[in-house]
C-alpha cells in the first residue's frame, strides 16, 4: 500500500498506513521513529542516502535490543516494516539493497 498523494520519494512508503502513527499523529516509538520520519520525508536527493543510513542503523541496534522480547512484538513486527520500507524507498532512490 502506498501512501496517497504525497510528494517526493515518500509516496513509497507503506509503514505508516500500517499503524506506525496513531491516528492523531502520535510517535509510537521514539527511539527509532524520529529517524524513519527523516528518510521518508527527504526531498533532497543528495542527503536521501545518509537520512535512510541513519534510520537503518537506529532500527538495527533498537531491534538488536528487543528481539526475543515477547513485551516487544508489535514493536519488532513495526521494526521489520521500517526496514522493508526503506529497503523500498532506497529502491526508489536508485540505492543498492542493504546486505
Known amino acids: 500500500m502506498l501512501l496517497p498523494n504525497k ?3 515518500a509516496t513509497a ?13 502520535r510517535v509510537l516509538y521514539p527511539k527509532w521513529q524520529p529517524q524513519l520520519m527523516a528518510a521518508i520525508k527527504e526531498t533532497d536527493p543528495a542527503m536521501l542516502p545518509e537520512r535512510i543510513r541513519e534510520a537503518q542503523e537506529v532500527l538495527s541496534k533498537r531491534l538488536d535490543r528487543i528481539l526475543g522480547s515477547k513485551s516487544h512484538a508489535a514493536e519488532i513486527n513495526a521494526i521489520e516494516e521500517a526496514m522493508d520500507d526503506l529497503e523500498l524507498l532506497k529502491r526508489k532512490a536508485g540505492q543498492p539493497k542493504a546486505s
Open 7 to 9: 510528494p517526493g520519494p
Open 13 to 25: 512508503v507503506s509503514h505508516f498506513d500500517r499503524g506506525a502513527l496513531t491516528a492523531d499523529h
